[in-house]
């Protein structure tokens, strides 16, 4: 199953079940161009991990870390499916990379590696936004990774079993493919990311875990449509303004 947060046409926020490409709520069914699709989720927190895929950790120069790379971003970083994202001004590189989202469904510390799976509500789409000019130059990333929009997510919450081992990841910028990559090259499972992440803060319900991306990230220009594809869950879509 996939649900689906959204305002209806009366300015009501609602939850509801998207199949066959239309939302359907209680008695309702919407045409998704009709509704406005909200992030699938009110994370306290994403909790993103760098170079989990080796490809990507090769073609930025880096090595594969010896433990999950951990980084935060804020609430303020998300948008949703559709939205416009306006990213920093006077920037020479802004990249996508496409993402397998982990949504968490209960509070949760030090969960075991066996029981992570116990813990994840869903998973989504992601697109970890990135400003390569100020993160080359810092070390926490803050300027780099957690301005305002630079978590688009969506726009669906599909339940676990819908989301096959070997989910392919893909980003397409003006519906040319820029990446293809897969779930099973994760370099940590995302049973071991939750372990390691709830071994130092505790997960609240709707936080995401951005597991990493694989290699083709690039330059997005304003104007851009980017759509991040994730098997089993289906198409984040939004467009890039820059200042």
């Not at 120069?61 to 559709?82: M, Q, T, W, Y």
């Not at 920037?91 to 968490?104: N, Q």
Request: net charge negative.
């Amino acid at each position: 199953m996939k649900s689906v947060r959204f305002r209806d046409p009366a300015g009501a926020t609602r939850s509801g079940v998207f199949e066959d490409g239309s939302v359907r709520f209680g008695a309702e069914t919407y045409a998704l161009e009709d509704v406005d699709v909200l992030p699938p989720c009110e994370p306290s927190k994403v909790v993103c991990i760098g170079r989990n895929y080796a490809d990507h950790a090769d073609e930025m120069g880096s090595e594969v870390p010896d433990r999950p790379l951990l980084f935060l971003k804020p609430p303020n970083a998300l948008a949703g499916h559709g939205d416009t994202v306006t990213v920093p001004a006077g920037k020479e590189r802004i990249d996508y990379e496409a993402e397998l989202g982990v949504v968490i469904g209960e509070q949760c510390r030090h969960v075991p590696e066996g029981e992570a799976m116990d813990v994840v509500a869903g998973f989504t789409c992601v697109n970890d936004i990135s400003n390569r000019d100020d993160q080359r130059q810092e070390q926490n990333w803050v300027r780099g990774k957690a301005f305002d929009g630079a978590a688009p997510i969506g726009p669906v919450l599909a339940t676990p079993e819908d989301v096959p081992e070997d989910a392919a990841v893909r980003s397409y910028v003006n519906g040319e493919l820029k990446q293809d990559g897969s779930r099973s090259q994760l370099v940590f499972s995302v049973p071991e990311l939750v372990a390691e992440i709830t071994t130092y803060m505790t997960l609240e319900p709707g936080d995401v875990i951005a597991t990493g991306t694989p290699e083709g990230v690039g330059p997005l220009a304003d104007g851009d449509t980017v759509r991040i594809e994730v098997e089993g869950v289906g198409e984040l879509e939004h467009t890039v303004r820059v200042p």
